[in-house]
Structure formats: structure tokens, C-alpha cells
């Protein structure tokens, strides 16, 4: 099956120009489709570093999770998705301690509560978990 989809971060420069963060992606993903119609969507998220950082979790490391996951044959909403990788993600996770029950007890944190601190910190985790249990990569660079 020939992946249709291709989902890229870049930047608009000083000149206006748009330039992608991975070009090589990009002409091999064109090479596989010559002569397709597409459809482009490009979304400028705002020169703020914790802006880019929540548009970035939201419309790339959520959508290429929710891919690896069909990947494996498990079908889940953009919700379920986000839910799944909070659970394995300790940085989005605020642990209390229970008197009553005698154990640390676990809530869900959103992305967007996190300091850019502890952002940078959440995103190099989904690196390595996206490189070890799914075996895709992200790209670093592309949040700093």
C-alpha cells in the first residue's frame, strides 16, 4: 500500500518564501505520485516558540501516531490517539498521593498545561517512543 498522505512542518522566511523542513520527503513523495492531483493545506501557527509547539503536537505528532497505530491494524479517532499516548507519557500525567487508597494515583495533563520546559521534555519522549515501539522518526529540529 503506497502511503497518499504526507504530513510536513517548515517555515515562511524573511522573503515570504515557504521552505520545508523535509525536502527529501517531499520529492520522494512526488516521484511515488507523478501526475496526481493534490491538495495542500499549509497552517501558519505563529512565531512563538510554545505556539509552534502545541500546533506541532497537534497537527503532526497526534496525526502520525493515529498512522502507526492503523499501521498495526488498531483503528482510533484523533481523541483516542491523543488519549493512548497520554497514558504512556509521563510528563502528561500528574501523580497524587492517595491517603484513602494507599497509592499514587494518576490524572491525564494536557499538552497545552505544560511549561515549554517540560514540553520540549514531552516531545523528545514521543521521539524515542515513535523510534522504538513504532519505528518512525521525528525529526528534533523540527520543535526547537
Excluded at 105 to 133: G, I, R, W
Aim: proline share 3%.
Amino acid at each position: 500500500m503506497i502511503n497518499k498522505e504526507l504530513r510536513l512542518t517548515g517555515k515562511i522566511g524573511n522573503d515570504g518564501r515557504l521552505y520545508i523542513n523535509d525536502q527529501p520527503a517531499l520529492d520522494f513523495f512526488g516521484r511515488k505520485h507523478k501526475e496526481h492531483k493534490v491538495i495542500i493545506k499549509v497552517k501558519a501557527v505563529g512565531k512563538e516558540l510554545s505556539g509552534y509547539m502545541r500546533a506541532y503536537y497537534r497537527e503532526f505528532i497526534i496525526p502520525e501516531f493515529r498512522k502507526a497505530y492503523m499501521n498495526l491494524g488498531e483503528y482510533l479517532t484523533l481523541s483516542e490517539t491523543e488519549e493512548k499516548i497520554t497514558e504512556l507519557t509521563p510528563m502528561l500525567q500528574k501523580e497524587e498521593w492517595s491517603d484513602e487508597k494507599g497509592r499514587y494515583l494518576a490524572h491525564p495533563k494536557k499538552f497545552e498545561d505544560l511549561d515549554s520546559y517540560a514540553a520540549v521534555h514531552c516531545l523528545t519522549h514521543l521521539k524515542q517512543m515513535a523510534a522504538m515501539d513504532f519505528g518512525f522518526d521525528i525529526d528534533e529540529e523540527q520543535f526547537y
